[in-house]
């Protein structure tokens, strides 16, 4: 199995800032890439931030200049700054892992590979006026 454990976020003022972590754990071959969703009440969870392990990032346009994601390969985890709040940043963010991950079969050494995500629990960011 594969953990997605986040941390961080909170209450904070519009112009403040926040800081988001997420590590990835488990039964993985490699990590493809890591990042950030928004959820909101009435919406689609949305891409915030992602990363590739080779460091290729990507931002949603509501968000460039203002967040930066970054990783660290040796343990398989994920930063997020996040600076010049807006209330429109308010949300629960989920942290995704998409992973090369296996299981044994049971049968002397074989063992099944695939890709999959895997989502952490969610952090509420909270941008008050």
């Known amino acids: 199995q594969v953990q997605v454990v986040e941390s961080g976020g909170g209450l904070v003022q519009a112009g403040g800032a926040l800081n988001l972590s997420c590590a990835a754990s488990g039964n993985i071959v490699s990590v493809d890439n890591m990042g950030w969703y928004r959820q909101t009440p009435g919406k689609q969870r949305d891409l915030v931030a992602s990363?590739?392990?080779?460091?290729?990032?990507d931002y949603a346009d509501s968000v460039k200049g203002r967040f930066t994601i970054s990783g660290n390969n040796a343990d398989n985890t994920v930063y997020m700054q996040m600076t010049s709040l807006k209330p429109e940043d308010t949300g629960v963010y989920f942290c995704?892992?998409?992973?090369?991950?296996?299981?044994?079969?049971?049968?002397?050494?074989?063992?099944?590979?695939?890709?999959?995500?895997?989502w952490g629990q969610g952090a509420q960011v909270t941008v008050s006026s």
């Open positions: 995704r892992a998409h992973v090369a991950t296996y299981e044994d079969v049971g049968h002397d050494d074989a063992m099944r590979f695939w890709d999959d995500d895997f």
């Open positions: 990363i590739t392990s080779a460091g290729k990032t």
